[in-house]
């Protein structure tokens, strides 16, 4: 639930990154280009600041327990993610507008943080033997379904309501539902045990600072491309369509929920198969495809000629591509770390590649199409950086399945 909440909310941002940039982003006389890259700014300080939140929520949740620092965390989500759906905009308190929102988005930001590294931990260590990859990868699937849950509400409100409406106060509704979803994510938390291992092994003493951080950075360096492609294709590609291609906003949300759909279908069957052959060849396949089948896949949405039907199994073939390495990215990261730092070092992990290449995914694509007017950008993007995992997951050994 936390989880979902945490996507479901980045995917909001992303999809109404258009209408927010106009409603935050932009004073009498700014251009539409020029919003939309202070609104995927702010999208991105969020993401700089998941680093902080797990470090500060790790050293926590390794020391007092998973359980009340979840707690926790989810407290801070919800109360950040409901207050963007009230906050006024640029035409009624000026530039204190856009202020508020990269206050909430930091919130946000710190929170998501200290996310990721606890649920995996409690999802792992509560898995039963030779099960830690189906397990871990039900953490991915609940980003897939945050984020078709985002797009569903964007399609819906789209669909009922009018132009205007959507851009008045529309926007602001699929935020506000954060609230009830937050509270359920609370009152499961309340009631969630303190794992086995963390109970067992908690005052057992600490690896090496020097072995945390090449953990880290291998981890890192392992799921970057999951991470850039992750977000180029689902959550950036809206944007992308719309002020590229000149596709109607309709037209790219149901480019969004289709590559969603297709990431959501392989996940839970790629976690399922890393526990048979291991986390590295299945990861490894994933990163490949990316790396070779992202500029084309972008070439065949520019034509003019290709099919709706083309296009639409292109972009639900690149979600499930990126699936196969979301499927084994967590158990993979958790079988990294021991007990005693495995909240912050897994987290540490995801929120420092997830800063760099996901939270800048927007910004980059954005500010580097506008400045070269080549809009192969978001292919060589993602392309380029599932290459470096590629490289980070044949460098090193591989940790067994189990």
Known sequence: MGNFIEWYEFGVYGYFATIIAARFFTPEGGSEAEALVKAYASFALAFFFRPVGAALFGRLGDRVGRRPVLVLVIVLMTGATTLIG?????????????????????????????????????????????????????????VALGLLGGAGAAALLATVLTERQLGDWGWRLPFLLTLPLGLTALWLRLRLDETPAFREE????????????????????????????????????????????????????????????????????????????????????????????????????????????????????????????????????????????????????????NAVFSGCAGLIITKTVERTGNVDIPGYYAAATCAVSVLALIKSPGRKAG
């Open 202 to 353: 908690h005052d057992v003493e600490r690896p090496p600072v020097r072995q945390v951080v090449g953990a880290v950075a291998l981890g890192a360096g392992r799921i970057m491309g999951w991470a850039a492609a992750g977000y180029t294709f689902l959550v950036v590609l809206p944007s992308y369509l719309q002020s590229t291609l000149d596709a109607s906003f309709r037209q790219a949300l149901v480019a969004t929920v289709l590559a969603n759909l297709g990431f959501a279908a392989t996940i839970v069957p790629a976690g399922l198969l890393s526990d048979r052959v291991g986390r590295r060849p299945v990861m490894l396949t994933g990163a490949v495809l990316v790396t070779v089948l992202a500029v084309p896949l972008l070439n065949l949405l520019q034509d003019s000629g290709t099919s709706h039907a083309v296009k639409g199994v292109a972009v639900c073939g690149a979600g499930a591509v990126v699936g196969l390495m979301a499927g084994p990215g967590p158990a993979m990261l958790a079988e990294l770390f021991p007990t005693t730092v495995r909240y912050t070092g897994l987290g540490l992990a995801y929120a420092l590649s």
């Open 86 to 142: 009230a906050l006024p905009t640029y035409a009624q308190v000026g530039a204190l507008a856009p202020w508020l929102l990269t206050f909430l988005r930091v919130l946000q930001g710190l929170s998501a943080g200290g996310e990721f590294g606890g649920a995996v931990s409690v999802t792992t260590e509560f898995a039963p033997p030779g099960r830690r990859g189906l397990y871990g990868s039900w953490q991915s699937f609940t």
